[in-house]
T-cell receptor, first 111, second 114 residues
Framework: KAGVTQTPRYLIKTRGQQVTLSCSPISGHRSVSWYQQTPGQGLQFLFEYFSETQRNKGNFPGRFSGRQFSNSRSEMNVSTLELGDSALYLC??????????FGSGTRLTVV | DQQVKQNSPSLSVQEGRISILNCDYTNSMFDYFLWYKKYPAEGPTFLISISSIKDKNEDGRFTVFLNKSAKHLSLHIVPSQPGDSAVYFCAARGNGGSQGNLIFGKGTKLSVKP
């Protein structure tokens, strides 16, 4: 079966712009989580959506937001981009909150 | 304050020998632990997991040990192969309403030399 698909794979944006990243989970998975990976901070939890509702939220500013659609696909949005937002953004889907499968990520570079 | 710590940033092992990667955690509410392997610019790949009600789980060359009293877990890879060279992340999951939130250590880079 198809894995977790994240688009786009690479993105370059300018400071102050906004960006939307997409994640299509494994078919049947209703939980989608987002993570930010940077060299200094490692993998940090952004938020989790389950059945179109945000169930958990990490310690990130309000510029980071997300949503989940009825087909479980999820998007995350970052507004007013800062240089420090440059990172690999990963999403993970889960059916049972025991197995978490990650996508390949979106590499965002803010210039 | 790091709740999950991998204190060794790197580990070098000879092919065929055992690799032992360690992880410590501080929150006794964590009820499930996972190990992931990651290559640069790719997503983490799940390796093995363990529930807090167990102290050992095996899957092929990979074994995870959990010592709840010490809040410590370790991943053993036997025998180590050059293809195992990657960054390994330990992750912990909270229970109840925090189930969707994995808390990761900062990783250990394993190099297996032929």
């Amino acid at each position: 079966k198809a894995g977790v698909t994240q688009t786009p794979r690479y993105l370059i944006k300018t400071r102050g712009q906004q960006v939307t990243l997409s994640c299509s989970p494994i078919s049947g998975h209703r939980s989608v989580s987002w993570y930010q990976q940077t060299p200094g901070q490692g993998l940090q939890f952004l938020f989790e959506y389950f059945s179109e509702t945000q169930r958990n939220k990490g310690n990130f500013p309000g510029r980071f937001s997300g949503r989940q659609f009825s087909n479980s696909r999820s998007e995350m949005n970052v507004s007013t981009l800062e240089l420090g937002d440059s990172a690999l953004y990963l999403c993970a889907s889960s059916w049972d909150n025991y197995g978490y499968t990650f996508g390949s990520g979106t590499r965002l570079t803010v210039v | 304050d790091q709740q999950v710590k991998q204190n060794s940033p790197s580990l070098s092992v000879q092919e065929g020998r055992i690799s032992i990667l360690n992880c410590d955690y501080t929150n006794s509410m964590f009820d499930y632990f996972l190990w992931y392997k990651k290559y640069p610019a790719e997503g983490p790949t799940f390796l093995i997991s363990i529930s807090s009600i167990k102290d050992k789980n095996e899957d092929g060359r990979f074994t995870v040990f959990l010592n709840k009293s010490a809040k410590h877990l370790s991943l053993h890879i036997v025998p180590s192969q050059p293809g195992d060279s990657a960054v390994y992340f330990c992750a912990a999951r909270g229970n109840g309403g925090s189930q969707g939130n994995l808390i990761f250590g900062k990783g250990t880079k394993l190099s297996v030399k032929p």
